[in-house]
């Protein structure tokens, strides 16, 4: 009841990556660099455990960005051809490779990085990948044209991906999928059949992530314009509580999502995020259980896992720590007032 758990994201060793910094530039190269991520997950998984979080993930230690550390691996996605485009709808720009080709994975992407995890933590693990949707709006299509072809092509390749890691011992496998909360029409169109091609078969967990983004300048422009309730939830939620998805995860903290919008995931277990990514400031305890408080009104304990809000690579080592410690300190006051401490 009430296990914690991390989006996916944590910030990376100075040693290992520039800090503060989305897409940062490694500090390494080739088997120093393998080595030295190696080692960051370590780190990674040690913090974690240190802080009290139940379900812990690799902090996506080996991975410059959350999309394109799977497309690096897949044939047909031309890194040398890059463009910038508006992602998110225009949000912001970005430089993203380009498909000139038929879509094949080279071989396995994370199974190393999943290997490598499970070996060092006894707790339940979690391993996230891009979800299809997201993929599609974070990259240049020259090849296929057609948004819903190319998100089965992903959902596809995905796929083939995620059954070696469950294999593996993974516990829970995540999709992260932001684009859920920016193209709504194109979610009931095809987003659900992409995720469900995507988890097809697969032995252990299956969630998907679904926020407003991390804390940078152009996202929290973005939610300034949102007005004072927002309600994208309100579209995709019926959808993913019909869906085969297990799992959800959302933001909640310092939002104006209207929480009794959680009550559309009846059936699902509900990621709620406790801890806001985009300040510094570090949250306390009773701040986390009150986040949580509110969420059991409309989610049962048993369902409710106490989350993050989105990843939180773009934060300082210290901040990041000092959030999932608060984190695990509020669940832990929620759960010895419900008598399961």
Same mark, same amino acid.
């Given at each position: 009841?009430?296990?914690?758990?991390?989006?996916? /994201?944590?910030?990376?060793?100075?040693?290992? #990556?520039?800090?503060?910094?989305?897409?940062?530039?490694?500090?390494?190269?080739?088997?120093?660099?393998?080595? &030295?991520?190696?080692?960051?997950?370590?780190?990674?998984?040690?913090?974690?455990?240190?802080?009290?979080?139940?379900?812990?993930?690799?902090?996506?230690?080996?991975?410059?960005?959350?999309?394109?550390?799977?497309?690096?691996?897949?044939?047909?996605?031309?890194?040398?051809?890059?463009?910038?485009?508006? !992602?998110?709808?225009?949000?912001?720009? &970005?430089?993203?490779?380009?498909?000139?080709?038929?879509?094949?994975?080279?071989?396995?992407?994370?199974?190393?990085?999943?290997?490598?995890?499970?070996?060092?933590?006894?707790?339940?693990?979690?391993?996230?990948?891009?979800?299809?949707?997201?993929?599609?709006?974070?990259?240049?299509?020259?090849?296929?044209?057609?948004?819903?072809?190319?998100?089965?092509?992903?959902?596809?390749? !995905? $796929?083939?991906?995620?059954?070696?890691?469950?294999?593996?011992?993974?516990?829970?496998?995540?999709?992260?999928?932001?684009?859920?909360?920016?193209?709504?029409?194109?979610?009931?169109?095809?987003?659900?059949? #992409?995720?469900?091609?995507? !988890?097809?078969?697969?032995?252990?967990?299956?969630? *998907?992530? !679904?926020?407003?983004?991390?804390?940078?300048?152009? $996202?929290?422009?973005?939610?300034?314009?949102?007005?004072?309730?927002?309600?994208?939830?309100?579209?995709?939620?019926?959808?993913?509580?019909? /869906?085969?998805?297990?799992? *959800? /995860?959302?933001?909640?903290? $310092? /939002?104006?999502?209207?929480?009794?919008?959680?009550?559309?995931?009846?059936?699902?277990?509900?990621?709620?995020?406790?801890?806001?990514?985009?300040?510094?400031? @570090?949250?306390?305890?009773?701040?986390?259980?009150?986040?949580?408080?509110?969420?059991?009104?409309?989610?049962?304990?048993?369902?409710?896992?106490?989350?993050?809000?989105?990843?939180?690579?773009?934060?300082?080592?210290? @901040?990041?720590?000092?959030?999932?410690?608060?984190? &695990? #300190?509020?669940?832990?006051?929620?759960?010895?007032?419900?008598?399961?401490?």
């Amino acid at each position: 009841m009430l296990l914690t758990t991390l989006a996916g /994201s944590l910030p990376k060793p100075a040693w290992l #990556a520039t800090p503060g910094a989305l897409w940062a530039p490694w500090r390494l190269e080739g088997a120093a660099l393998a080595e &030295a991520q190696r080692d960051a997950v370590l780190v990674a998984l040690k913090e974690q455990e240190a802080a009290g979080i139940d379900i812990v993930t690799d902090g996506e230690q080996s991975r410059q960005h959350f999309v394109h550390g799977f497309l690096r691996a897949v044939e047909g996605v031309d890194f040398d051809r890059r463009q910038t485009i508006g !992602i998110r709808a225009d949000r912001y720009k &970005a430089e993203v490779p380009t498909v000139t080709g038929p879509l094949r994975r080279r071989g396995p992407v994370h199974a190393d990085e999943v290997r490598h995890a499970r070996a060092h933590t006894t707790r339940q693990l979690k391993f996230t990948l891009p979800g299809p949707m997201t993929i599609v709006d974070t990259l240049a299509d020259e090849h296929y044209r057609d948004r819903r072809r190319l998100a089965l092509e992903f959902a596809r390749l !995905i $796929n083939e991906e995620a059954r070696e890691l469950a294999a593996l011992g993974l516990d829970v496998l995540q999709l992260d999928e932001p684009a859920f909360n920016v193209y709504l029409d194109d979610v009931r169109a095809w987003g659900i059949e #992409a995720l469900h091609v995507a !988890i097809a078969g697969l032995a252990c967990r299956t969630a *998907v992530h !679904i926020c407003y983004g991390y804390g940078i300048k152009a $996202n929290i422009d973005w939610k300034a314009t949102l007005g004072g309730q927002w309600r994208q939830y309100e579209a995709t939620f019926p959808l993913l509580a019909a /869906s085969r998805i297990d799992q *959800v /995860s959302l933001e909640c903290a $310092n /939002s104006r999502v209207p929480l009794e919008l959680l009550g559309l995931l009846r059936g699902k277990d509900v990621l709620v995020g406790a801890v806001d990514v985009a300040t510094d400031r @570090v949250e306390t305890p009773e701040e986390v259980a009150a986040t949580i408080r509110k969420a059991l009104a409309h989610v049962p304990a048993e369902r409710l896992y106490p989350c993050t809000n989105c990843g939180m690579v773009p934060l300082a080592r210290e @901040v990041a720590r000092g959030k999932l410690r608060a984190l &695990a #300190a509020g669940a832990a006051l929620v759960k010895r007032e419900l008598g399961a401490a």
